[in-house]
């Protein structure tokens, strides 16, 4: 098996058999933010926190991209080898929205309010042959 690093580090738990998004909480406030932030964009406090995020969502909105993705997005895939994929906003248990791929890939399996769940996936190799992981959401009921 290849080496796995996380495409950036900081964004979720990794290694772990049930990652996590990793964002910060405002100790003043209590406003989460993903990735995490050393200051609150709600209250400007600088007592923020990095703290899970968990797993699991809904989907609040989708689109299906059906072009490939430009640096620094990109991925190992080619023009012949490009499959389009979903990408939406996953309203997470604390009410953050965030921005994520998703597993499903037309408007026949995806719909507003849709249980989502994380999953690590592999987005490209680096120059030495590493596995750059990143996260995507999929349709809880998928296997």
């Known amino acids: 098996m290849a080496n796995q690093d996380p495409l950036h580090p900081g964004l979720f738990s990794w290694p772990s058999p049930e990652p996590e ?18 200051s609150c964009r709600c209250c400007g406090s600088e007592q923020t926190e990095v703290v ?3 797993r699991t969502g809904r989907l609040w909105t989708w689109t299906v991209q059906s072009f490939m993705p430009k640096s620094p997005y990109r991925t190992d ?3 012949e080898t ?3 994929y979903g990408v939406g906003y996953v309203e ?4 953050l929205k965030v921005e994520s791929r998703l597993r499903e ?8 309010g849709l249980d989502m ?9 680096d120059e030495n042959g590493t596995q750059l992981m990143t996260f995507q959401f999929y349709a809880a009921e998928s296997p």
């Open 77 to 79: 895939e080619t023009a």
């Open 92 to 95: 997470l248990e604390c009410g």
């Open 52 to 54: 899970g995020l968990g």
């Open 21 to 38: 998004l990793l964002g910060s909480r405002c100790a003043v406030c209590g406003e989460h933010a993903f990735p995490s932030q050393d």
């Open 117 to 125: 769940t994380l999953e690590i996936i592999p987005v490209r190799s």
């Open 82 to 84: 490009f499959c389009p």
């Open 105 to 112: 890939n037309t408007p026949e399996t995806l719909a507003i």
